[in-house]
């Protein structure tokens, strides 16, 4: 299985993370390498995974979606109140990978205390079912390991 990983660099936690599978090949890309996820797109490659800017999300998805591959992207889970998810899955199942607790996200080693809303993994083709709800660690534990781990 090669998982392409459009919005990453090497040291990205979805390559490491995937990586350790050994069914699993990553691929990764990054706008600062010159691989604009617009109009660049690997030799190879089966799944997307990854979190793409919440800027222009509908441009994001329509992309995916034109792949005609199986995708799994993390966006803020306020879209849904948004057109665009309404008119591009109209005729394709969304489906929604939630949490019980909301995603915390690292950013240059520290977790980003700013996000304040909850957000999931918009798939299409990707999940055995429309919508799983998944348990996460409570935000207070999460830091604790987190923390626990730099040490």
Same mark, same amino acid.
């Given at each position: 299985?090669?998982?392409?990983?459009?919005?990453?660099?090497?040291?990205?936690?979805?390559?490491?993370?995937?990586?350790?599978?050994?069914?699993?090949?990553?691929?990764?890309?990054?706008?600062?390498?010159? *691989?604009?996820?617009?109009? =660049?797109?690997?030799?190879?490659?089966?799944? +997307?995974?990854?979190?793409?800017?919440?800027?222009?999300? #509908?441009? =994001?998805?329509? #992309?995916?979606?034109?792949?005609?591959?199986?995708?799994? /992207? +993390?966006?803020?889970?306020?879209? /849904?109140?948004?057109?665009?998810?309404? *008119?591009?899955?109209?005729?394709?199942?969304? *489906? /929604?990978?939630?949490?019980? =607790? #909301?995603?915390?996200? %690292? *950013?240059?080693?520290? +977790?980003?205390? #700013?996000?304040?809303?909850?957000?999931? =993994?918009?798939?299409?083709?990707?999940?055995?079912?429309?919508? %799983? +709800?998944?348990? /996460? %660690?409570?935000?207070?534990?999460?830091?604790?390991?987190?923390?626990? %781990?730099?040490?």
């Amino acid at each position: 299985l090669i998982v392409w990983c459009p919005f990453d660099k090497e040291e990205s936690n979805f390559v490491k993370q995937l990586s350790k599978w050994a069914f699993v090949d990553v691929v990764f890309s990054h706008i600062d390498n010159g *691989q604009d996820f617009f109009n =660049y797109e690997p030799k190879e490659w089966d799944i +997307i995974v990854s979190n793409p800017p919440f800027t222009n999300k #509908r441009k =994001y998805f329509e #992309r995916a979606l034109n792949f005609n591959k199986p995708f799994a /992207l +993390i966006m803020t889970n306020a879209w /849904l109140n948004d057109s665009a998810p309404k *008119q591009l899955f109209k005729d394709k199942e969304l *489906q /929604l990978l939630m949490f019980t =607790y #909301r995603m915390l996200f %690292i *950013q240059n080693g520290e +977790i980003d205390t #700013r996000i304040t809303f909850s957000s999931s =993994y918009f798939c299409w083709n990707f999940l055995p079912k429309q919508i %799983i +709800i998944k348990d /996460l %660690i409570s935000p207070n534990e999460f830091k604790k390991e987190f923390l626990e %781990i730099k040490k």
